[in-house]
């Protein structure tokens, strides 16, 4: 067999073994992505903390606001709009909410944090700033995926399958070469 034989097989496989990859990693990333699955996983977007009227008292007599949740989920990205409807000023870590106004939070890094809280009997409240999964990261996903499986898969075909055709594979094997094919 000829180089340019060999070429154009290669390059036939390969291009057969890339839609095989393609699809086969495709369905495995989609099937991990969907058994795993969970509210982050989505685009950035703004959320309202909405303070209530009365929470100041019920925070001086000890008493949790059920309305406020002690740990929040966000995606890199998101804004937390903290609005207070109370009569009190409140502070959420770095933000100063006078009563009556609002203040926003842009959650920049994927991170785990703990701010000091004047709204909650705890005196925290717990953030936690995921990386959102989005189309283009699961496409990215595809794109580093997909060429290191058909460079995997076309090295091993090669060793299952050599590149040349099986009727000169079989006399090549037997000692016969393209001047004497009788050769035994």
């Known amino acids: 067999m000829n180089a340019r034989t060999a070429l154009r097989l290669g390059i036939r496989r390969a291009i057969i073994l890339f839609l095989i990859s393609l699809v086969l990693v495709w369905a495995v990333s989609e099937g991990a992505y969907l058994l795993q699955k969970d509210k982050s996983d989505r685009a950035p977007r703004q959320i309202e903390l909405v303070i209530p009227e009365g929470t100041a008292a019920s925070i001086a ?3 949790p606001v059920p309305s406020l949740p002690e740990e929040m989920v966000f ?3 998101d804004t937390l709009v903290v609005r207070n409807d109370d009569v009190s000023d409140h502070q959420l870590g770095p933000l100063w909410v006078p009563a009556g106004t609002s203040a926003s939070l842009v959650m920049e890094q994927a991170n785990r944090y703990a701010y000091t809280c004047s709204f909650q009997a705890s005196k925290f409240l717990g953030l936690t700033v995921k990386q959102a999964t989005t189309l283009s ?6 794109g580093l995926a997909v ?3 058909t460079a995997f898969l076309f090295v091993y075909s090669i060793l299952i399958w050599p590149l040349q055709p099986r009727q000169k594979a ?3 094997a037997s000692g016969a070469t393209e001047e004497n094919p009788f050769k035994p």
């Open 170 to 172: 079989a006399a090549t």
């Open 75 to 77: 995606v890199v990205g």
């Open 137 to 142: 990261t699961r496409l990215s996903a595809l």
């Open 61 to 63: 007599a000890g008493q």
């Open 147 to 149: 060429p290191a499986t």
